[in-house]
């Protein structure tokens, strides 16, 4: 701002300086051409008075360099000249001053010499004997005089402009630092021109729209940070070149990174070539979606494009652990092909029998044997069935009837109805504890406790015993099954809850398991917020633990 100051007040002042040198120089010329023509004029009157006196002998005797006076007869021959033999000049009837001063007595005239940059200024006056008496006078043209005073106008202008530049350099300063002074922040609080004051109001008002604009932002940003702050689901935003604006925790989490890759380019915390892919498809097609797996969980990607006035501006990323769906899946995969096939078994055994039968192959004193066959396979098919019923209401999370439980009573009514089984495998079960009660679902603890201390009847040795006691805690009640039987190996003990899983196949077909007791026990317990825990080495025995809250 202060060079553009500086700049219009030098401008000013040069073109000031030249218009005033352009006027004076006029006015000058204008002043001092009317000088001359009014001593010309009176040159010729006394010369008028000389010639009608003397003649030609008033005239031979002048001299001067400045004026040249010429005698001319009425029909315009040249009597006499001051500069040049009359008898070479031409005839001067045609002259303007010549004429006017034939017919008026009086004349003037100036004519322009190009070659000489001259004007020459004529005045005539007749004579009394009719003749006309001329004078004339050189003047320099305008143009002549300026180009002849060059120098001294450049000096003028050099001196002039080098003032100017002085007084401009310090008067834009001081123009200048009043508004370079301005507090911007606080608008009103400046003390400068009054021309700037609705400037300053202006700039004011916006201060107070932008501060209520950020602080809405701002609101907006804390809003957004804390609702994608709690979500579980990774959220990574991107723009168009692929540098990070926003990442949530839980996409730190799974990319392990942290908020500092703000900023940076999304390579920089997941190199992987599918996922660079997936976000560049994204940008090209709308949306894509990808899965991988990161530290043994399994995620899915989906990558959106997103646009404004119809122009792309970034992505967003979502990651979901769909880990536990994936298992959930596996798991469904495996518990349907496993029930087919646990199904088939007794029904396969049922239709053969039932064929036999149907065909007369049967002897009339085997006929007693295979439909006992028939019926255990039925009671067996039955027994899976329900299995299944009672797994898939505990998946489902239904509500059951819940009331006060005796954990002591529902251990004791357990033995009584496995003493029949534990005689015929030669296992003895002993009961201990105290009386402890819960607010629960009998059945499914009557379930928990028969399952434990069937497995650890059918599991058990030749003399075996298994121990079932009811104990509390300050904050758990606790029941434990104990046997010491064949153990269970360290790597199997993580899937002996699973569906239809066994630790000794063959041993497990002639016990005739349908391999969903222990899986049934880990989701009872879950229905009642409770935890399992297992103890077990090889060939002494197993300890399995179930410790239910008090305070669900």
Same mark, same amino acid.
């Given at each position: 701002?202060?060079?553009?100051? =500086?700049?219009?007040?030098?401008?000013?002042? *040069?073109?000031?300086?030249?218009?005033?040198?352009?006027?004076?120089?006029?006015?000058?010329?204008?002043?001092?051409?009317?000088?001359?023509?009014?001593?010309?004029?009176?040159?010729?009157?006394?010369?008028?008075?000389?010639?009608?006196?003397?003649?030609?002998?008033?005239?031979?005797?002048?001299?001067?360099? #400045?004026?040249?006076?010429?005698?001319?007869?009425?029909?315009?021959?040249?009597?006499?000249?001051?500069?040049?033999?009359?008898?070479?000049?031409?005839?001067? $009837?045609?002259?303007?001053?010549? #004429?006017?001063?034939?017919?008026?007595?009086?004349?003037?005239?100036?004519?322009?010499?190009?070659?000489?940059?001259?004007?020459?200024?004529?005045?005539?006056?007749?004579?009394?004997?009719?003749?006309? /008496?001329?004078?004339?006078?050189?003047?320099?043209?305008?143009?002549?005089?300026?180009? @002849?005073?060059?120098?001294?106008?450049?000096?003028?202008?050099?001196?002039?402009?080098?003032?100017?530049?002085?007084? $401009?350099?310090?008067?834009?300063? #001081?123009?200048?630092?009043?508004?370079?002074?301005?507090?911007?922040?606080?608008?009103?609080?400046?003390?400068?021109?009054?021309?700037?004051?609705?400037?300053?109001? !202006?700039?004011?008002?916006? &201060?107070?729209?932008?501060?209520?604009?950020?602080?809405?932002?701002?609101?907006?940003?804390?809003? =957004?940070?804390?609702?994608?702050?709690?979500?579980?689901?990774?959220?990574?935003?991107?723009?168009?070149?692929?540098?990070?604006?926003?990442?949530?925790? $839980?996409?730190?989490?799974? /990319?392990?990174?942290?908020?500092?890759?703000?900023?940076?380019?999304?390579?920089?915390?997941? +190199? +992987?070539?599918?996922?660079?892919?997936?976000?560049?498809?994204?940008?090209?097609?709308?949306?894509?979606?990808?899965?991988?797996?990161?530290?043994?969980?399994?995620?899915?990607?989906?990558?959106?494009?997103?646009?404004?006035?119809?122009?792309?501006?970034?992505?967003?990323?979502?990651?979901?652990?769909?880990?536990?769906?994936?298992?959930?899946?596996?798991? !469904?995969?495996?518990?349907?092909?496993?029930?087919?096939?646990?199904?088939?078994?007794?029904?396969?055994?049922?239709?053969?029998?039932?064929?036999?039968?149907?065909?007369?192959?049967?002897?009339? %004193?085997?006929?007693?044997?295979?439909?006992?066959?028939?019926?255990?396979?039925?009671? +067996?098919?039955?027994?899976?069935?329900?299995?299944?019923?009672?797994?898939?209401?505990?998946? %489902?999370?239904?509500?059951?009837?819940?009331?006060?439980?005796?954990?002591?009573?529902?251990?004791?009514?357990?033995?009584?109805?496995?003493?029949?089984?534990?005689?015929?495998?030669?296992?003895?079960?002993?009961?201990? @504890?105290?009386?402890?009660?819960?607010?629960?679902?009998? #059945?499914?603890?009557?379930?928990?406790?028969?399952?434990?201390?069937?497995?650890?009847?059918?599991?058990?040795?030749?003399?075996?015993?298994?121990?079932?006691?009811?104990?509390?805690?300050?904050?758990?009640?606790?029941?434990?099954?104990?046997?010491?039987?064949? *153990?269970?190996?360290?790597?199997?003990?993580?899937?002996?809850?699973?569906?239809?899983? +066994?630790?000794?196949?063959? &041993?497990?077909?002639?016990?005739?398991?349908?391999?969903?007791?222990?899986?049934?026990?880990? &989701?009872?317990?879950?229905?009642?917020?409770?935890?399992?825990?297992?103890?077990?080495?090889?060939?002494?025995?197993?300890?399995?633990?179930?410790?239910?809250?008090?305070?669900?």
């Amino acid at each position: 701002m202060t060079k553009k100051i =500086f700049k219009s007040i030098v401008l000013v002042a *040069g073109v000031v300086l030249l218009a005033s040198i352009v006027i004076i120089m006029g006015v000058l010329y204008q002043y001092f051409g009317e000088v001359q023509e009014n001593q010309m004029k009176d040159e010729l009157s006394i010369s008028s008075v000389a010639v009608e006196e003397d003649g030609v002998t008033y005239l031979s005797k002048l001299e001067s360099n #400045r004026y040249r006076i010429t005698w001319i007869k009425a029909d315009g021959t040249v009597i006499y000249d001051t500069k040049n033999g009359a008898d070479t000049m031409e005839n001067h $009837a045609d002259r303007e001053e010549v #004429r006017e001063a034939l017919s008026s007595g009086e004349g003037e005239g100036t004519r322009y010499s190009s070659t000489l940059l001259e004007n020459t200024m004529y005045c005539a006056k007749r004579l009394s004997d009719g003749t006309v /008496l001329r004078i004339s006078m050189s003047r320099a043209s305008a143009g002549a005089l300026a180009f @002849g005073m060059i120098q001294p106008i450049l000096i003028v202008l050099i001196v002039a402009l080098a003032l100017s530049g002085i007084l $401009a350099s310090q008067i834009s300063k #001081r123009i200048a630092r009043p508004l370079n002074d301005l507090d911007l922040e606080h608008p009103l609080e400046n003390n400068t021109y009054d021309e700037i004051s609705p400037l300053l109001n !202006r700039i004011n008002f916006q &201060h107070k729209e932008i501060k209520s604009q950020v602080k809405e932002l701002q609101q907006k940003k804390d809003e =957004f940070n804390q609702i994608t702050s709690s979500m579980n689901e990774g959220l990574v935003l991107l723009d168009n070149n692929g540098t990070i604006l926003s990442i949530n925790p $839980a996409a730190q989490n799974i /990319l392990e990174t942290d908020e500092y890759c703000i900023g940076k380019d999304f390579l920089t915390i997941d +190199r +992987r070539h599918d996922m660079s892919i997936a976000i560049q498809n994204a940008l090209n097609n709308g949306k894509s979606e990808i899965r991988s797996e990161i530290n043994g969980r399994e995620y899915q990607f989906d990558i959106s494009r997103i646009q404004s006035a119809n122009k792309t501006i970034g992505a967003v990323l979502l990651a979901f652990d769909i880990t536990e769906r994936e298992l959930a899946e596996k798991t !469904r995969r495996e518990f349907t092909a496993n029930v087919s096939h646990e199904l088939k078994t007794p029904l396969q055994g049922i239709i053969g029998s039932a064929e036999l039968i149907e065909g007369g192959m049967v002897k009339p %004193e085997d006929m007693p044997r295979f439909v006992s066959h028939i019926k255990e396979e039925a009671k +067996r098919l039955v027994v899976l069935i329900e299995d299944i019923i009672r797994l898939s209401e505990l998946d %489902e999370g239904s509500a059951m009837p819940q009331s006060e439980v005796d954990l002591l009573n529902i251990a004791n009514e357990v033995k009584n109805n496995l003493d029949e089984t534990a005689k015929a495998k030669n296992v003895s079960i002993q009961v201990s @504890g105290k009386n402890v009660v819960i607010e629960g679902v009998k #059945r499914l603890i009557y379930e928990i406790i028969f399952n434990l201390c069937d497995n650890a009847i059918k599991y058990n040795k030749d003399g075996g015993k298994v121990d079932i006691s009811v104990s509390e805690t300050e904050s758990n009640s606790v029941i434990k099954v104990k046997d010491n039987g064949i *153990g269970i190996a360290p790597e199997e003990q993580n899937h002996i809850f699973e569906r239809f899983y +066994r630790v000794d196949k063959s &041993h497990s077909k002639a016990s005739g398991g349908t391999g969903l007791g222990l899986s049934i026990v880990k &989701h009872a317990v879950q229905y009642h917020n409770g935890t399992v825990t297992i103890d077990s080495q090889i060939g002494k025995g197993t300890e399995i633990t179930i410790a239910i809250p008090k305070n669900k």
